[in-house]
């Protein structure tokens, strides 16, 4: 990854007032989308959240579930006055039963989704009769009988403890003239939207001043990712500018992640491209092959299509030619030692094949001049051999003969395969190697050496960004 342009102070500290503003910013966001979810957590552990915060999302109290709690507060005010067998009580009781199944029949939860909420209430409630009708279980607890038998104090305490929580998370949420629920944030949001819009349009100015052969659109979108801080929907999309504007002030380093993000878009892409170039290239080879056109190139026949020469160079033959002198000069000369070693030991088998050496060898001398014979001409031969193939080498004459020898060779060789059909089955051999290659290597191909190569191309651009770093500490220090 390159190296980003350095920043100017004045510039960074603009570049990181604005990245906070937008943290900030993406703050009020999550939490205004989270809100509602979680309002049942702030009512219960933060209740000034929901005060506050209530209505700017067009939060109410409910009509229904408040005049039931607010029943049972009175009930609790009416036993504390005259005691629980009181004719007043029992009206309240009473009251608090009708509501109930009032409560059930019409669930007041189901506008904004709590249904579950009065599910879990009623199971509550069936649990504590032990009665599988909720009705019938609230019509026993709101009784005098009931209350008498358990306990005022511990039943009302049980209500308060597991019923009354549950009930007091409903509410009604107004609805807005577009058939919506009624939602104040972008009052909130306004004032941050009006400050990007500003710093927009800034930008947008300042890079049609630097480039003026960009358009107006084409300007703007210079700074793409910024359009999300002025949308008013799917506002959780800002978390890709204030993500960038984090990186780009030097809040946060992503470049870690921004390094794995790329080498897997990288690797994957990579991958792909592989797979297409080599069973292209395979292709091309293969229908090369079906039509011949492999044949008659190494038949030099050019007629089909000619042949585009670049250099007025024949590369075969100098290929041809450097390997010759390659190993004349350089080779040969290295394995004379072993040349010499070889040929004097099939001499030596010569010797010893022949019946009269066998008898000979009983003479005295015989044995040691035997050997001085075969390292000799062991020696001869090859020195001679040698000389001869450096001579043919160096003779133009001889050099024109062997290419003479070798075209003819080539051109009774292409023939003599045409006559006998080894061509046609060569070429359907080799056609079937290279389906075989597809299917073999290709995948192995993608996928095992394009991470290798992806992390040699990482060193050689940790490289070079060493030696960026190393030039312009020089070029700093006055070096």
């Not at 000034?48 to 209505?55: F, L, S």
């Not at 306004?190 to 107006?216: D, M, N, Q, T």
């Not at 004349?328 to 001499?347: D, M």
Request: aromatic letters at 10%; glycine letters at 4%.
């Amino acid at each position: 990854m390159s190296n980003p342009k350095p920043i100017r102070k004045p510039n960074l500290y603009f570049e990181r007032l604005m990245a906070t503003i937008a943290t900030i910013n993406l703050c009020f966001v999550i939490f205004d989308l989270s809100y509602v979810p979680w309002r049942d957590f702030y009512l219960r552990k933060i209740p000034q959240v929901t005060q506050t915060y209530d209505p700017i999302k067009g939060i109410e109290k409910h009509r229904e579930t408040q005049q039931y709690l607010d029943k049972v507060n009175a009930l609790a005010e009416q036993v504390s006055q005259t005691g629980l067998t009181s004719p007043q009580v029992n009206k309240q009781l009473e009251e608090l039963r009708r509501l109930s199944n009032e409560m059930i029949e019409g669930n007041p939860f189901a506008a904004v989704g709590k249904s579950g909420t009065l599910e879990r209430i009623k199971n509550r409630m069936r649990d504590r009769i032990n009665n599988n009708s909720a009705k019938q279980a609230f019509a026993t607890f709101w009784s005098q009988p009931y209350l008498s038998k358990k306990g005022w104090i511990q039943e009302i305490n049980f209500f308060n403890k597991n019923i009354r929580p549950l009930i007091a998370t409903n509410y009604y949420r107004r609805i807005g003239e577009n058939g919506e629920f009624l939602d104040n944030f972008w009052l909130i949001d306004l004032p941050f939207v009006a400050i990007f819009a500003l710093e927009l349009s800034a930008r947008v100015i300042y890079v049609k001043r630097r480039h003026p052969g960009f358009s107006w659109l084409n300007a703007i979108f210079w700074r793409w990712y910024d359009l999300f801080l002025l949308s008013p929907f799917l506002r959780w999309l800002r978390i890709i500018p204030v993500v960038v504007r984090l990186d780009q002030a030097r809040i946060v380093n992503l470049q870690p992640i921004s390094k794995q993000i790329n080498q897997a878009i990288v690797a994957n892409f990579a991958e792909e491209l592989t797979e297409i170039v080599v069973i292209r290239v395979i292709n091309q080879v293969q229908g090369s092959i079906t039509r011949g056109e492999i044949t008659r190139w190494l038949l030099q026949n050019e007629k089909i299509r000619p042949y585009i020469d670049i250099n007025n160079v024949n590369e075969i033959e100098a290929i041809a030619g450097l390997l010759i002198n390659t190993i004349v000069y350089q080779v040969l000369p290295k394995i004379q030692p072993e040349l010499v070693a070889l040929l004097r030991h099939n001499i030596d088998s010569a010797f010893h094949q022949v019946p009269i050496y066998k008898n000979l060898q009983t003479l005295p001398g015989i044995g040691q001049a035997q050997t001085q014979i075969s390292e000799q001409l062991a020696t001869q031969i090859t020195t001679n051999l040698y000389n001869a193939i450096v001579s043919a080498v160096e003779d133009p004459i001889g050099a024109k003969l062997t290419g003479k020898l070798t075209q003819s060779f080539s051109q009774a060789l292409g023939s003599e395969m045409q006559k006998k059909h080894v061509l046609s089955e060569i070429q359907t051999l080799l056609f079937d190697f290279l389906e075989e290659v597809k299917l073999n290597y290709v995948q192995r191909l993608s996928q095992e050496d394009i991470d290798q190569i992806i992390e040699q191309t990482r060193q050689i651009k940790s490289i070079q960004n060493s030696k960026f770093k190393i030039q312009n500490s020089r070029l700093g220090s006055g070096e």
